[in-house]
């Protein structure tokens, strides 16, 4: 029986790739690699076999710091009381076509 | 709105334990999105790290049928198409890997589990390909079955494994195209070739149907699957719909049905079917199948020959690090 718990998890990648177009980059999925150079061709394996992808970004899963899902609501709906944030706050005399 | 989120996710912090999962069973009602650092019941966590773990193996393993045929497909052309499909079931197992990491669990370990017998796969993988038509089979039945379940957890209500499944989905399609065209172009060859079409046909055809699992009434999980809303239809709901697809399909291409009992219900409007061997699927499940024993070598095999490519990667990324660390 192999005994995988000898051998050392490989780090974690996240993987971004940018589709053609004006797109921007999104995230695919992770990978693992041993290092950058490996993780971007694994990326490529596996996230880009036939897409029109244009770029791949790699990102050490361990760098990215995330929001928690409790912070989320004091994060993100601050702006509800701020309508003056929103082109609808603001009237002009008539409708037009700058509206 | 706003403000019921917030003082959704301040309730939470305070809720017991049955309050939590009876809200989060109002979330996956509500047809919202679970995304992994949200909070989830314990069962709901388990039985997506024992399905998602199912599929990606189901992957996996499916690589060695077809496999099995790329050094003796007909044509260049089938050749190429072959290669490109096998190489895609391993890119999907990763996509699924990916997303059952995302539940807290390592690779590693749920590779391991796979190695070490404990983890299932689809049982329709340990059966062989004995001749070139079960390439086609495999692409128009067993990828069609995998299509109708995939496009339904596409929809499913944890995030990654949603994102997975349209990832996959996307890609399925062409698996399924280019195993209609061999068993369309072996139907309207020699009799030779369409005899062997027939037999392939023959042996994929009560296997495939085993592939949604067993019926509604004796599957233990399919009610609390459906609850959690991973599985929005049933085991049968999604058998039926191959059933209506593929009979048809079937008589295009000419094919008999090997199934005395199958007939057009009127008043249902759907194909009925006789009796599917369950003791087979029993007998596979359990480690009797025809190739159980072969595959799970032949995986344990590429993990250990593998050993030295993923040694040597750690050892050069070393290398190279201290090298820059230097500079």
Redesign the interface.
């Known amino acids: ?2 005994d ?2 000898r ?4 780090p ?1 990648w996240e993987v971004f790739v940018q589709e053609a177009g004006a797109e921007a980059h999104q995230h ?8 950058a150079e ?1 993780a971007l061709q694994n990326a490529r ?3 880009a ?2 897409e029109t992808i244009k770029s791949i970004w790699v990102v050490p899963s361990h760098a990215i710091t ?1 929001s ?3 912070d ?3 994060l993100f ?1 601050a702006a ?1 009381d701020k309508i003056y944030r929103h082109p609808q706050f603001y009237k002009t005399e008539k409708a037009s076509d700058n509206d | ?3 019921g ?2 003082g959704r ?2 309730r939470i ?1 305070a809720m017991s334990e049955e309050q939590r999962t009876k809200d989060f069973l109002s979330r996956i009602d509500a047809k919202e999105t679970i ?1 992994p ?3 989830m019941p314990e069962r709901y966590r388990e039985q997506l790290v024992r399905m998602m773990s199912q599929h990606a193996h189901s992957e996996i393993v499916g690589m060695l049928p077809e496999g099995n045929w790329i050094t003796r497909a007909p044509s260049l052309r089938r050749k190429i198409a072959l290669i ?1 499909k096998v ?2 079931e391993a ?1 999907h197992g ?2 699924i890997y ?2 059952v ?1 995302t539940l807290g669990v ?3 370990e749920v ?2 589990k796979l ?2 017998g404990s983890a299932k796969y689809s049982h329709i993988f340990n059966y062989p390909t004995t001749s070139w038509a079960d390439i086609g089979m495999i692409g128009w039945l067993v990828d069609g079955a995998a299509i109708i379940n995939q496009t339904m957890l596409a929809r499913c209500s944890y995030g990654p494994y949603a ?2 499944m349209l ?1 996959i989905c996307k ?1 399925e399609n062409f698996h399924k195209k280019q195993g209609m065209e061999i068993v369309s172009r072996l139907c309207r060859g020699t009799a030779a070739q369409k005899a062997m079409a027939q037999e392939s046909f023959d042996r994929w055809w009560w296997p495939t149907l085993m592939m949604f699992g067993l019926p509604d009434e004796k599957s233990k999980n399919t009610a609390e699957l459906m609850q959690f809303g991973i599985k929005l239809r049933s085991n049968d709901e999604l058998r039926q719909r191959f059933i209506d697809m593929n009979v048809k399909q079937a008589q295009e291409f000419g094919l008999t049905i090997p199934d005395p009992d199958l007939y057009f219900d009127e008043d249902s409007g759907h194909w009925q079917i006789g009796p599917i061997p369950w003791e087979e699927f029993f007998e596979v499940l359990k480690g009797n199948g025809p190739c159980n024993r072969e595959r799970l070598d032949a995986k ?1 095999r590429a ?2 020959e593998g ?1 030295w490519v ?1 040694e040597a ?2 050892a ?2 070393e290398k ?2 201290k090298r820059r660390a230097k500079q």
């Not at chain 1, 695919?28 to 290092?35: C, E, Q, Y």
């Open positions: 029986m192999p995988t718990d051998e050392k998890e490989t974690l695919a999925g992770s990978i693992h690699a041993t290092d490996l394996d596996v996230f076999r036939r995330s928690q899902p409790e989320e609501p004091a709906d509800s | 709105m706003v403000e989120h917030f996710t301040t912090r995304e650092k949200e909070w490109a190489q895609d890119g990763h996509y990916s997303a990491e390592s690779r590693e590779y391991r190695l070490d994102r997975a990832r890609e344990i993990h250990e050993r993923r990667a750690s050069f990324a190279r690090a």
